[in-house]
């Protein structure tokens, strides 16, 4: 079992900056992506951003230009800094990785979450 267990979450005012923290552990051999998804009360969990093994980052176009993915593959650890906050940017951040065991079995673990809310 993988585990991921992010922190960073909190309320910040219109315009502030906040830097989220995930930590894979358990039975890791590789993590081929790490990356970040939000929902909001009512909505669909939907893609924020993603590091890829190769280097590769993709963004919603939501936060482009605002949000930067980093990933430290010898702590397991993917961050998320967001800058310029926004009220719609408040919602319920979760991590999400995919990889192979030590054993060679896929794996596909989310977070529990880490609830954002930008508010004045």
């Known amino acids: 079992q993988v585990q991921l267990v992010e922190s960073g979450g909190g309320l910040v005012q219109p315009g502030g900056s906040l830097r989220l923290s995930c930590a894979a552990s358990?039975?890791?051999?590789?993590?081929?992506?790490m990356g970040w998804y939000r929902q909001a009360p009512g909505k669909e969990r939907r893609l924020v951003a993603t590091?890829?093994?190769?280097?590769?980052?993709d963004y919603a176009d939501a936060v482009k230009g605002r949000f930067i993915i980093s990933r430290n593959d010898a702590r397991n650890t993917v961050y998320l800094q967001m800058n310029g906050l926004r009220p719609e940017d408040t919602a319920v951040y979760h991590c999400?990785?995919?990889?192979?065991?030590?054993?060679?079995?896929?794996?596909?673990?989310w977070g529990q979450g880490t609830q954002v809310t930008v508010s004045s």
């Open positions: 999400h990785a995919r990889g192979n065991t030590e054993t060679w079995k896929h794996f596909n673990s």
């Open positions: 358990g039975n890791i051999f590789n993590i081929n992506v």
């Open positions: 590091f890829a093994s190769d280097g590769s980052t």
